[in-house]
């Protein structure tokens, strides 16, 4: 990656023809379900435009990220892919990402009709860098037949405090833990000191110190020896299924969209409760997304914002992905989709609330290196959970990493 910005000039994307066809390179991760459906919505795509032809390539979560490293160093990234918000800075640092607001203006490209102001998410120095086509937030998701038996209620509001003693609850009369382990979950931490004033990123690099990192993982290392957490041996050897769905904890905390896996994995029934607050009020939350972003060294810019216009404003792309990269983020597919079985009926309506009841924040731009913060994070919560570090020792080693990655 240190010579990326050496060798990405003068390299291009995409291909064309004497007859004036354009082909685009477009990546993403996901599932065998995911390309399914991403493949459906490209044959409307090339219906529309019959002078552009989309060459796909899609991988799971880390091998995407690794060929994309490896493209990206050589110069050839694909012309468009799906991005995320902790990748933004350091692409743009490396002169990888295509800045997409001349397409806006020249009308290739519409920023109209997004929803809760979704349209500013991949914006990064007045840059446009990535365009949503979903949105998801933090939620707890519960097995509701546990959380049923044990009397527990969540509501908006509801504390720490009293999430505390929900877990607690339950593992007394439920014989379950009440978490699967929350405490290597970065997302959910920068709520908790957004509730207190912070962020986990600032612009620049890490907006906690080692003290608010300490009171963190200190808490949680008594939770997993209380049990209020699920053991992390049993969790780690679960995987892939989640610590709920293998019946090891009765809550979970991930993105509200993630809902429909645990349906399709467990016996159980489950539902999403709100996040706890410090005050009763405030949650930390903001409206999240996967993104489209456009590589730099494309020659087709043109049709590049022309697919990512298609994809994320179209209705029937929208009927066709359903709540699979999150609820779509324009109003156009949000209403052209309509789901009919009860967890994405649930997830339309979680977020639903969360506007209506004006909680929402704005999110800091990750600085470039918060990939790398963000599995530091995830490692080290465990080694410490699981005892092979003590939890000063996991502090420590975690700023270390966390200075190097984002250079400061």
Not at 4 to 11: E, I, P, S
Not at 101 to 115: E, I, P, S, T
Not at 158 to 168: P, R
Not at 388 to 404: I, M, N
Request: some cysteine; glycine content about 12%.
């Amino acid at each position: 990656m240190a010579a990326l910005g050496l060798t990405a000039a003068g390299c291009g994307g995409g291909s064309g023809s004497g007859d004036g066809t354009v082909t685009l390179r477009y990546a993403w991760w996901g599932s065998d379900d995911r390309a399914k459906r991403i493949n459906q919505s490209i044959a409307l795509f090339e219906k529309k435009y019959p002078k552009i032809k989309i060459k796909t390539d899609f991988q799971p979560y880390a091998d995407f990220w690794k060929k994309f490293n490896t493209q990206a160093s050589g110069g050839n990234p694909p012309d468009v892919f799906q991005n995320a918000i902790g990748f933004l800075r350091k692409y743009d640092e490396k002169n990888v990402l295509l800045d997409l607001n001349a397409q806006v203006k020249a009308g290739n490209l519409r920023l109209d009709g997004f929803r809760a102001g979704l349209e500013k998410f991949g914006e990064v120095d007045g840059k446009l860098l990535g365009v949503p086509v979903g949105s998801n937030s933090m939620a707890l998701v519960v097995d509701r037949t546990l959380f049923t038996k044990a009397g527990i209620t969540p509501r908006p509001g509801w504390t720490w405090g009293e999430f505390d003693a929900a877990l607690a609850k339950i593992r007394d009369t439920q014989g379950r833990a009440g978490d699967s382990g929350m405490y290597g979950v970065m997302y959910l931490y920068d709520l908790y000191l957004r509730q207190h004033g912070k962020a986990f990123f600032t612009k620049d690099g890490l907006g906690f110190t080692e003290a608010d990192l300490t009171d963190w993982w200190t808490k949680a290392y008594a939770g997993v020896r209380s049990g209020v957490h699920a053991a992390p041996g049993k969790v780690a050897q679960a995987r892939p299924k989640s610590a709920v769905t293998a019946e090891l904890a009765a809550s979970e905390f991930t993105w509200d969209n993630f809902a429909i896996r645990y349906t399709a994995e467990g016996k159980s029934e489950y539902g999403l409760a709100p996040i706890p607050t410090t005050d009763g009020k405030r949650t930390g939350q903001y409206l999240g997304s996967l993104m489209l972003s456009g590589s730099r060294r494309t020659k087709h810019p043109k049709e590049v914002a022309q697919f990512i216009d298609f994809m994320v404003h179209d209705p029937e792309v929208a009927r066709i992905m359903g709540f699979d990269r999150g609820v779509p983020a324009t109003t156009a597919q949000y209403e052209a989709f309509k789901p009919t079985d009860p967890v994405a009926q649930q997830i339309a309506a979680y977020e639903q609330q969360l506007v209506d009841s004006g909680v929402l924040e704005t999110i800091t731009p990750h600085p470039a290196g918060a990939d790398v913060c963000e599995a530091a994070f995830l490692r080290l919560a465990e080694e410490m959970a699981l005892g092979k570090r003590s939890v000063g020792d996991a502090v420590k080693q975690y700023f270390t990493e966390s200075k190097t990655a984002l250079g400061s």
